[in-house]
């Protein structure tokens, strides 16, 4: 595999682009993307290993070789290297909208731009996507802006594409670190959309002979930041045939006032209310949750009144008290197995994703200090909240064009968490 080359050495020359096929074009733009708009990091998975019980993860989950991204890096913080590829995008734009006017006005021919080969779908694409990388690399996406469509294929559902928004960090305030999409999010989304029977959500929830229940299915996401999961799971669930005509309810929450405003305006780009052609079966919603205050509030708001038969948490633990709270929160928010109705097939769960540190002890460790094992729960009468299952992830820390990978130290860990009630 090939080390990556910097855009001057990469990119067709600026004089020549007429001359470059829409596909060796696109090719350009896919590289510079890969380049100066990199995927989520950690989001790409390689292996998984599983636990059922309560025992320690590997110390090593495998030597695998991984990547050492130095040099992308050293080109992407080349600043002579970023203001050629701002000249060559501005070309190509200039060049595109030469031959659209030319087109128009009926006067291109053959001799004028090779580029009257192009569809004008090809131009409409290129145009796009050549302004978007334009609009990061001179200095729009600096202020921490990024606009991102996450796309996941389903067997059953067919492709399932969230449009999200993602803003910067406020000021050094910590508490709007939910205002960017973080790989554990990638990684669970990607996980609902493969296996929806796994997360309560496929063919078989509720039962295809169930009558239909009179309650909407009730879905909610912990610390949403841009509600990657929540939305990912609303509209896979909107997708799938036997979910077709049920009430089904989805609830992102945080509680960074930024954070909550941008995932509110996320989830009307996804699941528009003034839309004539939306589907009035799912309803989907942003909330205020406080983890520290929820259980002591007294007016709580009307949507969280009910519990949740799914609950999901991704990259929501980073400091130590965030378990105790949230498990106070489930204690009210994850439904009690014992409410029967037509959707009590569907097992109460909260599922949870964090990234390891290199030290691989404090997320899991903080985790399993307030939630027991199954296995290890008292027998009883008393029901708590306990881990049922415990699987490794393990993800490539960067993905990009011509990327020589070496190091497995760049490889990111995630942890997913199965936990629910223990009678």
């Known amino acids: 595999m090939s080390i990556i080359q910097p855009p001057t050495s990469y990119l067709p020359p600026i004089a020549k682009i007429a001359s470059f096929t829409s596909a060796q074009l696109l090719d350009a733009l896919v590289y510079l993307k890969s380049l100066y708009r990199p995927e989520v990091r950690g989001s790409r998975r390689r292996r998984t290993h599983s636990f059922s019980f309560s025992k320690e993860l590997s ?43 030319l087109s128009h006005d009926g006067h291109a021919t053959p001799s004028d731009l090779e580029m009257d080969q192009l569809a004008p779908a090809h131009t409409g694409i290129l145009i796009q996507q050549a302004a978007s990388l334009l609009a990061i690399c001179a200095g729009v996406a600096a202020a921490g802006t990024v606009q991102r469509v996450f796309s996941f ?30 790989g554990g999010a990638c990684v669970l989304s990607e996980m609902i959309v493969e296996n929806p029977d ?10 295809k002979d169930a009558p239909v229940p009179e309650r909407s299915f009730r879905v909610l996401e912990l610390g949403a930041g841009t509600g990657l999961v929540g939305l990912t799971a609303a509209k896979l669930l909107q997708a799938l045939p036997a979910w077709k005509n049920r009430r089904v309810t989805v609830v992102a929450t945080d509680f960074h006032p930024s954070v909550l405003e941008n995932l509110q305006s996320n ?16 309803s989907v919603t942003s909330q205020f949750l406080d983890w520290s205050s929820f259980l002591t ?9 009910n519990p949740f038969d799914v609950v999901f948490g991704a990259d929501i633990i980073y400091e130590a008290q965030h378990a105790v709270w949230i498990r106070d929160c489930l204690k009210s928010l994850l439904r009690h197995p ?38 290890k729960s008292p027998q009883g009468t008393h029901r708590e909240l306990v881990i049922l299952s415990k699987e490794s992830i393990l993800c490539e820390a960067h993905e990009g064009a011509g990327v020589k990978r070496s190091h497995a130290d760049d490889d990111v860990e995630y942890v997913y968490y199965r936990i629910g009630w223990s009678i």
Do not use: C
């Open 267 to 282: 989830t009307e780009l996804n699941f528009s209310t003034s839309s004539n052609d939306r589907d009035d079966s799912i």
């Open 338 to 375: 014992d409410t029967f109705d037509a959707l009590s097939e569907v097992a109460p769960t909260f599922h949870l994703v964090i990234p390891l540190r290199p030290t691989h002890s404090f997320e899991s460790s903080t985790i399993e200090s307030v939630f027991p094992w199954k296995d």
């Open 153 to 182: 294929d389903s067997v059953i559902a067919g492709k399932i594409e969230v449009q999200l928004t993602g803003i910067p960090l406020e000021n050094q305030d910590y508490g709007s670190l939910g205002a960017q999409t973080w």
């Open 297 to 305: 509030t007294a007016s709580k708001p009307k949507v969280l009144f």
């Open 198 to 207: 796994r997360f309560g959500l496929g063919s078989g929830s509720p039962a």
């Open 59 to 101: 110390p090593s989950m495998a030597n695998l070789p991984a990547g050492d991204d130095s040099d992308i890096q050293l080109i992407r913080s080349d600043a002579f290297e970023r203001s050629y590829a701002i000249r060559w995008l501005t070309a190509l734009i200039a060049q595109i909208e030469a031959w659209e006017q």
